[in-house]
């Protein structure tokens, strides 16, 4: 394919998943400018008619509009390096619509982000984002936009208003999906609750109503940030039917169940009032509950090999020599799973066996440290406090637990950071 320069892709955006509030300079602040993300993922099949009939109908609407005001718009494919090479066929549509941007992203994956990415880029006041496999039906956008000038901060095309519905969707797919949305009504009712249809991925939003927060997704709903994280006030909804796929296959799978409860817990953990006090003084709450899990696995762990050590029935080694075996192997796992999970970011820059080695050197002696603290406060708590045993020892827990963590944050994954 002969692509000239002005045909050049988009550089995907680093650093905090932020939107700025500032538009560019040559952009009137006063009328209104859609920027349209159109994600995709091995569309090669779709994206020529998505860009052409979203192109055909922005251009019409834009010209029969008969606002006192300036309308503008660009759609901005943000594809995720697919393999059947999607972005290469966008690209080669951007000489035909000039409205047309196509960014390629080969360091970073995931819906949610590439969506971002693709608003961190854009030069409108309003944002949006469209399937790009024809699911979503292209005249509904007119309608989210009116709702957008009626004054909305974000407009939410819904598979549950009046005019609404699932094609074909199987009894299965239905029950997962409101199944879905009942638990996030469970988890997050402030979030969940103020839209019909959360989980949809076809909206407008205006960019001052996001512009600043740190979006931080998992998985593909995006709408859930965007309510949860934003400062939207004002919310409309407008039915629509969401269609069959006819070319290109689905990239639904049961991943996204999982990213959609992480996602869930996250929001709730990091907006509750929880979230707040623990951002006021700095406390990294989401690694702490890894590392609390990851503690709790130990707890079997070691149970089990004590077990199997010193059982009568099993190896009946002698309690002590088990118990320290045991106890071992329990911070081993335990360093396993904090290296690849609590602090995967940590140790994913520093993965040398020796700077492992360290790190793992490190924990075994802060957690024995925390063996003896837990001891000691277990003791003092029983003897001058509270003279209940299980409610010392669970105190003398929490207090060794935090103290586990606060030191391996700082010495075992910190300081092997630093290169
Ligand atoms: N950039 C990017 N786009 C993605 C990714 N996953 C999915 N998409 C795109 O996001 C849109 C929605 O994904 P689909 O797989 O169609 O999800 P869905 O519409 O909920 O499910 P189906 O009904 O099975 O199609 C499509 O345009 C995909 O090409 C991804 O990881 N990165
Ligand atoms: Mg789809």
Not at 166 to 182: C, D, K, N, T
Not at 318 to 326: D, E, F, G, M, W
């Amino acid at each position: 394919m002969n692509l000239d320069s002005t045909d050049s892709l988009l550089a995907p955006p680093t650093g905090p998943l932020q939107i700025s509030e500032f538009l560019p300079a040559d952009v009137d602040a006063g009328g209104i400018y859609l920027s349209l993300v159109i994600p995709t993922y091995k569309e090669r099949d779709n994206i020529q008619n998505v860009v052409r009939i979203l192109s055909q109908l922005l251009d019409e609407a834009m010209s029969t509009t008969g606002c006192a005001y300036a309308i503008d718009y660009e759609l901005i494919v943000v594809d995720d390096d697919s393999p059947d090479r999607t972005w290469e066929v966008a690209q080669s549509l951007i000489a035909e619509y000039p409205q047309l941007r196509v960014m390629r992203r080969q360091q970073e994956r995931g819906l949610s982000s590439a969506v971002i990415r693709g608003w961190q880029v854009a030069r409108g006041n309003v944002l949006g984002v469209i399937d790009g496999d024809l699911q979503h039906p292209p005249e509904v956008l007119m309608e989210l936009f009116r709702k957008i000038e009626g004054g909305a901060d974000l407009a939410v095309a819904s598979r549950h208003v009046e005019g609404g519905g699932v094609s074909s969707w199987s009894i299965v797919r239905r029950f997962l999906s409101r199944g879905a949305q009942v638990l996030g009504l469970i988890i997050l009712p402030g979030v969940l609750g103020r839209v019909t249809d959360p989980m949809s991925g076809y909206f407008m939003v205006r960019r001052q109503a996001i512009a600043g927060a740190t979006l931080n997704p998992v998985g593909y709903k995006i709408l859930l940030e965007v309510i949860g994280r934003g400062n939207v006030e004002e919310i409309a909804e407008v039915g629509y039917v969401f269609c069959e796929r006819k070319e290109g296959e689905s990239k639904v799978t049961w991943k996204q169940y999982v990213d959609y409860i992480h996602h869930l817990i996250r929001l709730r953990v990091s907006t509750g009032r929880l979230g707040k006090l623990t951002e006021n003084i700095n406390f990294p709450i989401g690694r702490f509950l890894r590392f609390g899990l990851v503690g709790l696995s130990g707890v079997f762990v070691d149970m089990a090999m004590l077990y199997l050590l010193s059982d009568p029935a099993t190896l009946a080694l002698p309690l002590t020599r088990s118990k320290i075996i045991a106890g071992e192997i329990a911070i081993f796992n335990n360093f396993l799973w904090n290296d690849a999970w609590t602090f995967a970011d940590v140790s994913m820059r520093q993965q040398e066996g020796h700077q492992r080695l360290k790190r793992f050197f490190k924990f075994n002696i802060i957690c024995l440290a925390g063996l003896v603290l837990n001891v000691l406060v277990l003791n003092l708590v029983f003897n001058f406090l509270i003279p209940n045993r299980y409610i010392a020892n669970l105190i003398a827990i929490a207090i060794a637990t935090i103290w586990n963590f606060w030191v391996n944050l700082k010495l075992s994954w910190r300081v092997t950071d630093v290169k």
